[in-house]
């Protein structure tokens, strides 16, 4: 990974995890608000039930759980702690933060969780681990930091066991071979802003990461469109963010932090123009 792009990033989650956490909780992706996005959910109960949907979706019921997972992009731990929790089995989480692998690990060991549950510090391009390690891969929106998607995607066909399943949700832009066409000059202009508010190198379409997965290796393959789904997420966010106490945590976490809340509308907007959507895929080793 660019030691530039790995810096922003480690900085930026550095800097804004605590707040997030303090303001919106441990969990730090969208929200699922039923296939019409017209549930009318709390936003923390909604991205449970983004993780409860995806389990669903990809067929992992209790009576097959998986017994060793590694989350790619964990965050402070949140989707970690949550599958390790509900189906009694190994975890690791990798990030590029220290501050967030730092606080997973208090969160891990609040929740009694520590003897089974580890969090590192590592790159996902070159993961820290041996061939066929894990029998379930979880990436929920790490893919848009990745500035090599095959690269990313070969590691976690890399480290997945045979027999095993990658679970894989990421932001995506619309897909350029229908009538619509190549992305428009405003729509490249509207995506710059997102990757440099948010520390992105790029991203691409659902059938451009089908075809990387494919490559890769991989079977089995099922993908899907959740963008309806979780739109609402970012209204719900813009909204407690004019809270008292967020606008307070802002200013204690500095320019960039600010810089990342304010411009939450590009996210509501791109996805209320069709041009950001959120791409699923499941496949198996």
């Not at 997973?104 to 590592?122: C, D, I, M, P, Y």
Request: hydrophobic residues 40%; proline residues 4%; negative net charge.
């Amino acid at each position: 990974m660019n030691n530039s792009l790995y810096q922003d990033i480690r900085e930026f989650y550095d800097a804004s995890s605590e707040l997030w956490e303090s303001i919106w909780g441990e969990h730090m992706h969208h929200g699922y608000y039923g296939k019409n996005g017209n549930y009318k959910l709390d936003r923390r109960q909604a991205q449970i039930e983004l993780i409860e949907e995806l389990l669903l979706w990809s067929g992992y019921h209790d009576n097959n759980p998986p017994q060793n997972i590694i989350d790619v992009g964990c965050g402070i731990g949140g989707s970690t702690l949550h599958l390790a929790q509900k189906f009694g089995c190994k975890a690791t989480g990798i990030t590029l933060s220290p501050v967030q692998a730092s606080r997973a690990k208090e969160r891990a060991s609040t929740a009694g969780l520590e003897s089974r549950v580890n969090f590192e510090v590592a790159n996902a391009l070159a993961m820290p681990f041996g061939d066929d390690t894990f029998d379930l891969v979880w990436s929920l929106e790490s893919g848009e930091h990745m500035p090599d998607k095959a690269k990313f995607l070969s590691e976690c066909y890399r480290v997945l066991k045979p027999g095993g399943k990658m679970i894989f949700a990421t932001w995506c832009h619309r897909e350029t071979d229908s009538l619509a066409g190549d992305l428009t000059p405003s729509e490249v202009g509207h995506l710059k802003e997102i990757y440099r508010v948010y520390c992105l190198p790029y991203v691409i379409s659902l059938s451009e990461y089908r075809k990387i997965v494919t490559e890769c290796g991989f079977q089995n393959m099922k993908s899907d469109d959740w963008s309806i789904a979780v739109e609402p997420f970012w209204d719900v966010v813009i909204d407690s963010a004019i809270a008292p106490q967020a606008i307070a945590g802002l200013f204690k976490a500095g320019w960039q932090t600010i810089q990342g809340a304010l411009s939450l509308g590009l996210m509501s907007r791109g996805y209320a123009r069709g041009l950001v959507r959120f791409g699923l895929i499941c496949a198996s080793k």
